[in-house]
């Protein structure tokens, strides 16, 4: 008895693009079955949710569009923790596969590899195990050796790079999460820790860390909405 199709969803913003990948994902059509496409993160959503694919194939980057394959990733590990995905990109720089694999994906492979490779890459996805081209493999390598943030001592760095003191961000977390109390001395806990994992001596090197961090990493910081009065951060 043959096994069981495995049934793909691609989604890319460049219909080019789009059309190479299920055309090379179609030469193996004794594995695989492409069961829709789509052009948008929204649209990609909507379909992964009526359309149940094993598999999600995803672009890095979306042009003109708040999402990105990342936020897709993460968006159906909380929704649909049984679909796998592979994110694709054109981008060389390797702190994106490590983004991609934090958010949750399975494989992360170069848009021009060819078709054995998509191959290799569904399957191991698929099977719930971790694939990556070799020339990325120091990235990954340096990235395991690194010590790792909890989502608490994230969360808190956009804060941070806006210089932001511990008081300032407990009332900002108190005004989003009302009615849940945090503390400022919680905050200066994980401060104390991010500077302690990663050697920082002073405020001022947890600023150009945060900030660093997040340019890095893609994440919002110098017009981060603040809802909380403006007079008592003095912004």
């Known amino acids: 008895m043959q096994p069981r199709k495995i049934n793909i969803l691609v989604i890319d913003d460049h219909p080019v693009v789009r059309h190479g990948v299920v055309s ?4 193996f059509d004794d594995k695989f ?3 829709g496409e789509a052009a948008s993160p929204a649209e990609g959503l909507l379909k992964a949710e009526a359309l149940c694919p094993d598999v999600v194939v995803t672009d ?4 003109g569009h ?5 936020s897709i990733v993460k968006q159906l590990a909380a929704s649909q923790p049984d679909i796998r995905c592979v994110v694709i990109t054109a981008n060389t720089q390797g702190h994106f596969m490590v ?8 494989a992360f492979l170069h848009k021009e590899s060819d078709g054995r490779e998509y191959m290799k890459a569904i399957e191991a996805a698929f099977e719930g195990m971790t694939y990556f081209p070799p020339q990325f493999a120091s990235e990954m390598d340096k990235w395991n050796r690194l010590p790792r943030l909890t989502p608490a001592e994230e969360r808190l760095l956009p804060y941070a790079a806006r210089g932001m003191s511990s008081k300032q ?3 900002e977390y108190n005004h989003l999460d009302a009615p849940k109390v945090i503390e400022s001395r919680t905050i200066d806990q994980h401060k104390s820790n991010i500077k302690q994992k990663f050697d920082i001596d002073t405020s001022g090197g947890l600023v150009a860390f945060a900030s ?4 890095d990493h893609a994440m919002e910081y110098k017009s981060i909405k603040i809802h909380t009065k ?3 951060f003095g912004l």
Not at 24 to 27: D, L, T
Not at 66 to 70: F, P
Not at 212 to 215: A, G, H, L, N, T
């Open 24 to 27: 090379m994902i179609a030469e």
């Open 33 to 35: 079955h492409i069961v």
């Open 60 to 63: 890095l980057m979306f042009v």
């Open 66 to 70: 708040s999402d990105s394959g990342i």
């Open 99 to 106: 983004e991609a694999f934090k958010a949750g994906a399975k």
């Open 169 to 171: 961000i407990a009332k």
């Open 212 to 215: 660093k961090f997040c340019d």
């Open 230 to 232: 403006r007079s008592v």
